[in-house]
């Protein structure tokens, strides 16, 4: 991965570069960005133009091995962790080298992948991902060793804010006392949920999403799409190359979060006054409930959004506007006018006390139950 394949973030790659070029590399850095930003593909980049020396050009000369060995994340000294689940193969105890082949092929399938389509390989299922203090006792051991190339070796924390309290206590003392030439790049989306002690040891980069234009030419020239279609995806992704990239295939495997959303709304609409709707929303809760808790809470985000598009909708800031509803008969205008400033504080903050609680291992169909009858209320709150 070399920095003049990563989208936009000029200004990051110029600042890694100046201060790796002039030997100030820190110890452990902290990529802080949303979904589709390419934080994962910028610490590849930076990883690889450090250990393989590549200053001043990318991929020249004799350092034609090491990129090679990069092009296949297969370099001795890079090393990566990730959140892992049990599964067939793996009944207990999982670590991230037991996924390796899979990671590798995730990465180099699209580096702007994201934490569910990471979980869709692994089948999560009901389970949560999590990186293990079993992943911060191989760090211990990967770092012991010598780098192959006699220079840096380089640990990449992928979604860092997954790590337990035991992993996390253990990487401290590691982030305390760093071996020589050794190299930290955390990744995360969410740099809150990262323990303070770990991110007061980190210099923190943020990313933004990906500007339009960026995700526009990218798809030009990397996807062959037509100008106009590539500015409209560009448009609904709101800078997550991942999203466009989803949006321009069309999965077939991508979950009808949309159906669902509809779905739900109009159950709550009838349940105003009509007993019997309330068994809509029972046998709603019940679907939505069978799903893993990964695929539940990243539901809950997709209606955090489409409330969040229909209050815009409702306030004329129609330019903010991305989504274009497929199910038939169901228009967002019509939609918009029952969101607006009384009620969305209290839709938000339902959506996300019931994504916390189904994080914390709680009972799913009551908590989308309980989720329903109160949606049916606050919708029609004048």
């Known amino acids: 991965m070399l920095f003049s394949e990563i989208l936009g973030h000029e200004h990051i790659k110029n600042h890694l570069i100046k201060s790796a070029s002039q030997g100030r590399i820190p110890h452990a850095q902290l990529f802080v960005g949303p979904e589709g930003s390419g934080t994962l593909s910028m610490a590849i980049a930076y990883a690889q133009f450090i250990v393989c020396q590549n200053l001043g050009t990318e991929n020249s000369g004799e350092n034609e091995s090491c990129n090679l060995k990069f092009n296949h994340l297969a370099h001795p000294d890079l090393h990566f962790v990730y959140p892992t689940v049990t599964t067939e193969d ?29 979980y869709k390989i692994l089948g999560v299922q009901n389970k949560q991902g999590m990186i293990r203090v079993e992943d911060a006792s191989e760090i211990l051991k990967s770092l012991a060793l010598k780098s192959l190339e006699g220079g840096y070796k380089i640990m990449i924390i992928w979604m860092a804010d997954k790590m337990n309290d035991e992993a996390s206590n253990k990487l401290l003392k590691l982030l305390e006392e760093p071996t020589d030439n050794t190299v930290f ?37 990397r996807e062959n799409v037509e100008e106009k279609m590539a500015f409209k995806i560009a448009h609904q992704a709101q800078g997550n190359y991942n999203k466009a990239l989803h949006i321009l295939k069309e999965d077939n495997d991508e979950l009808p979060f949309e159906k669902w959303f509809v779905d739900w709304v109009r159950a709550a609409f009838r349940a105003k006054g009509n007993a019997e709707a309330i068994q809509d929303l029972i046998a709603w809760s019940d679907q939505i409930a069978s799903l893993g808790r990964e695929a539940q809470k990243k539901f809950l985000n997709y209606c955090i959004d489409m409330f969040r598009q229909a209050l815009l909708l409702n306030y004329q800031a129609d330019t903010l506007v991305y989504v ?59």
Request: charged letters at 25%.
């Open 324 to 382: 274009e509803p497929k199910v038939e008969k169901f228009k967002l205008e019509n939609f918009a006018p029952f969101v607006n400033g009384n009620n969305i504080s209290d839709i938000f903050k339902e959506l996300s006390d019931a994504s916390y609680h189904i994080e914390r291992n709680g009972n799913a169909k009551i908590i989308l139950t309980d989720l329903s009858i109160k949606l049916t209320r606050l919708i029609h709150k004048k």
């Open 90 to 118: 793996i009944k207990s105890k999982p670590k991230s080298i037991d996924f390796i082949q899979d990671w590798r092929h995730f990465v180099n399938e699209n580096p702007y992948g994201g934490l569910f389509d990471w």
């Open 185 to 221: 790049i955390l990744i995360s989306e969410s740099e809150e949920d990262i323990i303070q002690t770990i991110r007061s040891r980190c210099q923190v980069l943020h990313f933004n999403g990906l500007p339009e234009n960026v995700i526009t030419q990218a798809l030009i020239s």
